[in-house]
């Protein structure tokens, strides 16, 4: 379904062509003193040499906009100002109210998408550092997914390399059994921190741990039964913090370092085959092409280190590879912080270069800032410490149902329960995707959870207090009506609003830049409460409320729909 934006730019976009002899962008947006506005013409004055002005009389002359608008008028130096016409914007509302996605086709053309996010390691508990990743790269797989493109989604967990001769060791030190309970009990910091502890007092646990990695790495069994244990008892705690957050990731979905350890020496061999591979101080480099230190030598990427071990440059490039290679992947995502931009960029080069990534395959980073205390230092607990990603869930649905609680003490203690849950989550989920994600935010409880202003829970309360009509008033609202009345400037600013979403999905799903989609979702909410205070619903009749219900349906659907691609449940009471 073409958004009104979309038919408004496709008209004018002829004239502006007729008028300029080329084809010529008319700058169509939302206009605070018409529906929409045109700029063009400011831009195509220095190009033809003429006044902004003139031209935009010759491209509303030009213009066939009499089916589409009620009123075109030009103002200032040259905008052409857009009022749509009353018909034209119930006759859209109605052919988004009678589809299921509100306007939104499936792609015709479904990319091959891998999505890499969350990334945690093993026998290391998951902790707000986590949050981001886990959090955008979540909604990115729901919206490409719903937009009908194939995606895999791609954990890639830290399991491999030097760390794990120590855990082994202790691990036997305790005992099987033992490790098995303490790590099934999520206290996986402990154990990581009780083996570093024996690392770095202990030298002959050192030298165990040392000789124990090369047993990992030689492919022992014994050793290799142990790793698994660890890894296993790991995942199963990630998968319980997952479900806890309501993220969508699977166990099929764990792709560990060790899941790319027999493809590094082809890797390095096939670097080398094609002239890419460099010897540096003992190690094997590649220097992608543009990219120098301060002093303007070449940057390496290191595959193979001085001692034959491999870098994770080996790793990343052997995940290009595969990704491309098996999976025939056109799109890589990855949902990984600032500052490791500079090194994904050269891992890419390198990629390209080898002949890995080729258009229309393409690489994105889908980079992130930090989160910050009110401090505005990396956000941490009382004491100083790392905060968990599940303690932080758990708080976040404590303090919501303690609110839901003193708004709907009505709710039975299950209801009120999974309300706290949705609302808990919500807000923390919404509270990072509002916000421009190459940004840092404060985490701040107070205004996350607040029922006024951006945030999850006004969102969710918006859509429950929609549903709310149809339960008072004990109506279903048509969704097969022919044309949708739109009179009042009220109705006008909200059907235009909801009339947008389409274009705002299409949008999200290439910049992956969620904050527009909830600022989107947080202009519908405030356009519905001003309808709502203005323009009866219930008290309406005849066709008038007919309408009413219409639009306030959509508006529930829009919400509902746009905060299960953030990954936001929405409950029909609160």
Request: hydrophobic share 45%; net charge negative; proline share 3%.
């Amino acid at each position: 379904m073409a958004t009104l934006e979309e038919l408004l730019r496709d008209r004018l976009a002829s004239a502006f062509e007729a008028v300029a002899g080329a084809p010529a962008d008319p700058s169509v947006r939302r206009s605070q003193h018409a529906d929409f506005q045109a700029d063009g013409a400011l831009a195509l004055a220095r190009k033809l040499g003429r006044k902004p002005r003139d031209i935009a009389v010759d491209v509303v002359a030009a213009a066939r906009l009499d089916d589409l608008c009620a009123e075109v008028t030009i103002s200032g130096p040259g905008f052409i100002n857009l009022t749509v016409a009353g018909d034209t914007i119930g006759s859209l509302l109605a052919v988004m109210n009678r589809d299921e996605r509100l306007g939104v086709a499936r792609v015709a053309a479904p990319d091959t998408v891998v999505v890499d996010y969350s990334a945690p390691n093993v026998a290391k508990e998951m902790h707000v550092g986590h949050l981001r990743s886990t959090v955008i790269g979540d909604a990115v797989v729901r919206l490409l997914e719903w937009l009908g493109h194939r995606v895999t989604k791609a954990n890639h967990l830290g399991d491999w390399g030097t760390p794990f001769g120590m855990l082994i060791e202790h691990l036997l030190d305790i005992g099987e059994t033992e490790a098995a309970h303490e790590l099934s009990l999520g206290d996986l910091n402990g154990f990581y921190r009780a083996a570093r502890a024996k690392f770095d007092a202990d030298d002959a646990f050192k030298e165990r741990a040392r000789l124990r990695v090369v047993a990992l790495q030689s492919g022992d069994e014994q050793t290799r039964r142990l790793w698994r244990l660890l890894v296993d008892e790991s995942e199963k705690y990630f998968l319980a913090v997952y479900e806890r957050l309501d993220v969508c990731l699977t166990e099929k979905d764990f792709f560990g370092e060790s899941f790319y350890n027999d493809m590094l020496t082809p890797v390095v061999e096939e670097l080398d085959r094609l002239g890419l591979l460099r010897e540096s101080d003992g190690a094997a480099v590649v220097f992608p092409d543009g990219f120098t230190n301060r002093e303007g030598d070449p940057l390496p990427i290191i595959v193979r280190k001085r001692d034959g071990g491999f870098g994770y440059g080996a790793t990343d490039l052997a995940a290009i590879r595969y990704r491309t290679q098996e999976l025939a992947a056109n799109r890589l995502l990855y949902v990984i912080g600032l500052p490791q931009r500079q090194h994904l960029e050269m891992v890419y080069e390198v990629a390209r270069e080898a002949g890995w990534l080729r258009a229309p395959a393409r690489a994105q980073h889908i980079g992130f800032g930090s989160v910050l205390g009110s401090d505005g230092k990396i956000f941490r607990s009382r004491a100083g410490d790392t905060i968990k990603l599940v303690d932080l869930v758990d708080e976040a649905v404590a303090r919501a149902a303690a609110l839901i609680e003193e708004k709907n003490p009505e709710l039975d203690e299950a209801a009120r329960a999974e309300v706290a849950r949705l609302v808990g989550v919500g807000a923390i989920k919404y509270a990072d995707l509002s916000n421009d994600r190459t940004r840092d935010y404060v985490f701040d409880w107070k205004r996350m959870l607040s029922f006024d202003g951006n945030t999850a829970p006004y969102l969710q309360y918006a859509r429950a207090r929609i549903l709310s009509i149809f339960r008072r008033g004990g109506v279903t609202p048509a969704r097969d009506l022919a044309t949708i009345t739109v009179a009042e400037p009220a109705e006008r600013t909200l059907a235009i609003e909801l009339l947008a979403f389409p274009g705002v999905v299409t949008e999200v799903a290439e910049s992956l830049d969620f904050h527009r989609l909830a600022n989107y979702l947080y202009g519908v909410a405030t356009a519905f409460t001003a309808f709502y205070e203005k323009c009866p619903v219930l008290k309406a009749a005849g066709a008038e409320r007919e309408s009413r219900l219409a639009l306030s349906d959509l508006t529930a659907r829009v919400l509902g729909t746009g905060l299960g691609l953030l990954g936001i449940g929405a409950p029909d009471r609160m």
